[in-house]
């Protein structure tokens, strides 16, 4: 156990309180935005955490090789179709036998948003306790980069390729955070690796969440690998990705989304694309399409977050 800092904690270092437990060279691409996000996430969380997953990039890591492990945690390997529902069963049987533990069900945006969206819903309308983390990298990396239902307007995967047919993805991006904060659950947040002391206060905001029922993060994690992004740069993409308001940082209890940071002036959304080669075909028409898109969605977080300043429970017959 690190020795905890007296004072008020205000930096990130004062909320890494556990060791890392995974070892020092670890099977993920240079640059992996995923491999900062899964040692980041027990160091603030703690060691003790039981971690269940599916087939992804974590995948190979958390699972380990041959017989060999790459980390101390607990681990239990699922199916896409049933990441929520084992992790239902984990939490419910940790309840059962009275033992105190936080049970985190960690995916990519293939499970999340996609092929495990169904039990996922299911679990957040049970209100069942555990975090679900989603990393969204958006698209199935791990088999072939091709887009997942989070993929934006515009890029190029294997599977909406730019070419003489194609010219990238037609349709836009879901918002997975806001269906789940939708669900009204205890705990739903988005975060990313630019602003780690942000991810830090929602990871322990979920934990505490979790003690009434669901918690959800919805983290943004670059994959250079399947993006066409320089190693050196996947944080500046997170902060790009802040500051253009692509993915904007928020957080939502019961349902009441809060911005959690604003930005006052974003920038285009160009400012962001410019460095991601999966956006390089995209001329002007296409970026203002994005663009629209952006700023739609930020409205929309915008418009909820005042109307939840403005808005009053209801008053019951007896009072």
């Given amino acids: 156990m690190i020795e905890k800092k007296k004072g008020k904690m205000t930096k990130v270092m004062d909320y890494l309180k556990h060791e890392d437990p995974f070892s020092k060279g670890v099977a993920f ?51 896409m179709t049933g990441a929520a529902a084992n992790a239902t069963g984990l939490a419910r049987y940790y309840r059962k036998a009275g033992i105190e533990n936080t049970v985190v069900c960690f995916n990519g945006d293939g499970t999340a948003a996609d092929i495990g ?21 958006e698209g199935y990396m791990n088999t ?46 988005t975060a990313t690796l ?6 830090a206060k929602k990871l322990l905001k979920a934990k505490e969440a979790k003690k009434r029922g669901f918690a959800f993060i919805h983290v943004f994690a670059p994959c250079p690998t399947g993006w066409g992004v320089a190693p050196e740069n996947t944080i500046e993409v997170c902060r790009r990705a802040v500051k253009t308001n692509y993915f904007p940082l928020w957080e939502a209890e019961n349902g009441k989304i809060k911005m959690t940071r604003t930005v006052r002036k974003p920038k285009p959304v160009s400012t962001y694309t410019k460095i991601i080669k999966k956006f390089n075909h995209l001329n002007e028409a296409d970026l203002q399409i994005l663009q ?13 977050s005042v109307l939840e300043a403005e808005c009053q429970l209801p008053v019951s017959a007896e009072d």
């Fill in 117 to 137: 969206f169904g039990n996922l819903s299911g679990a957040a309308e049970r209100n069942e306790p555990f975090i679900y983390i989603c990393y969204d990298n």
């Fill in 29 to 79: 691409c240079p640059g992996c935005g995923l491999e900062l996000l899964i040692r980041f996430i027990p160091q603030v969380l703690g060691n003790d955490i039981v971690i269940t997953g599916t087939p992804s990039c974590s995948a190979p890591v958390l699972l380990g090789q041959n017989s060999q492990s790459w980390h101390k945690l607990s681990y239990f390997g699922t199916l």
């Fill in 292 to 304: 629209d898109d952006v700023d739609y969605e930020y409205c929309i977080l915008g418009g909820l």
């Fill in 194 to 199: 630019s602003d780690l002391e942000d991810l």
């Fill in 144 to 189: 072939g980069i091709q887009k997942s239902g989070t993929t934006p307007f515009g890029a190029t995967t294997t599977t909406t390729p730019f070419g003489s047919a194609s010219k990238g993805k037609n349709l836009r991006r879901m918002n997975l955070a806001l269906k789940m904060a939708m669900h009204k659950i205890p705990y739903a947040a």
